[in-house]
């Protein structure tokens, strides 16, 4: 597929989410609300575990940190549950159109253009095919925004507490989706390969299915039997190349946030033992500080994974 046609087909399916865009909203908005729940959660945590260790208060004064930190963690399942909710119901809507585009399509070229193709690869474009539509509108263009939105918040909030800290993180940060895009390119070629290869399986698969009486009298069972077995094998490799990019993708996303991580937590280590003494605004670097920037670190980079993740669909759509 050329770059221009493979463009225009990504704007065709980005404006087919104006169909659920209340739905879509809601699916980012709801990620949103759960990165500031994520920041309270944090900043409880560090804060119990400053005033126990630091400044050794009784742990009874802190049972309103306890309870607050009890909600932060309910609020995030919420907005995780609504989430997967909202972003059932926006895909479902445009699946649901998108289908009846293709039946209205097929209705209107007629049975003579349909009959031009096996009827196990209509089968699979109007069924299978449209469903993996899904992640598309319900998974990956949410996280396209929180993607961008999450880091931006997190860095509006480690930045006051610590420059350095900051800068790490905004270094760092292209580096992802650089080589989740270098990687993601050839996932998705081997993609379109793997579709094309399921169209063949499916249309001899349901044709041979309904001829299974005239291939039976003419004893020709055993050499549709190798063409099914090779139409099956040539899948099987193209699937396998699928995955293997796949796992590909997701092992260079954890090498580089685990050294973005990495790097944080032996900043804040020589810090702590007087080696390094920039970053702070004049007031040292605070247990409370550490641990707050090194719980939101892992997070910081989990909506840059989590796309990642769900690139996949992308190339399905």
């Given amino acids: 597929m050329d770059k221009k046609k493979q463009r225009s087909l990504n704007k065709w399916l980005k404006e087919q989410s104006k ?36 400044e050794h208060v009784d742990k009874h004064e802190l049972i309103p940190h306890f309870a607050g930190l009890i ?27 998108i289908r009846q585009l293709i039946l209205d399509k097929l209705r209107e070229l007629g049975p003579t253009y349909i009959k031009g193709k096996p009827a196990g690869t209509w089968a699979t474009l109007v069924l299978e095919q449209v469903e993996e539509m899904q992640e598309f509108f319900s998974k990956y263009l949410p996280q396209m925004s929180l993607a961008v939105a999450v880091p931006v918040i997190i860095l ?51 044709d041979r299915l309904q001829s299974m009486t005239t291939i039976r009298l003419f004893n020709r069972t055993n050499a549709e039997t190798e063409v099914l077995h090779g139409a099956s094998e040539v899948f099987r490799k193209r699937t396998m190349d699928v995955l293997r990019l796949a796992f590909l993708s997701s092992a260079v996303l954890e090498f580089f946030t685990s050294i973005s991580i990495a790097i944080t ?52 759509a």
């Fill in 19 to 54: 169909l659920a865009k209340r739905w879509l909203m809601i699916a980012i908005g709801l990620g949103v609300l759960s990165s500031l729940f994520l920041l309270a959660q944090a900043a409880l945590i560090a804060t119990i575990l400053h005033q126990l260790i630091i």
């Fill in 71 to 97: 909600v932060a963690v309910a609020g995030r399942a919420a907005c995780a549950w609504g989430r997967e909710i909202a972003g059932f119901k926006c895909g479902e809507q445009v699946r649901i159109y």
């Fill in 156 to 206: 509006v909030v480690v930045f006051p507490i610590n420059w350095a800290a900051g800068l790490i993180f905004l270094v760092t940060a292209p580096l992802v989706p650089i080589f989740m895009a270098l990687v993601g390119m050839k996932a998705a070629d081997a993609n379109r390969k793997n579709f094309k290869a399921l169209q063949r399986l499916s249309g001899h698969f349901y």
């Fill in 265 to 316: 937590a032996v900043y804040f280590g020589f810090s702590y033992i007087g080696e390094l003494n920039f970053g702070h605004y004049g007031v040292g670097v605070t247990l409370f500080a550490g641990l707050f920037i090194l719980i939101l670190a892992p997070e910081f980079y989990q909506p840059l994974r989590d796309l990642g993740t769900f690139y996949h669909a992308k190339a399905q």
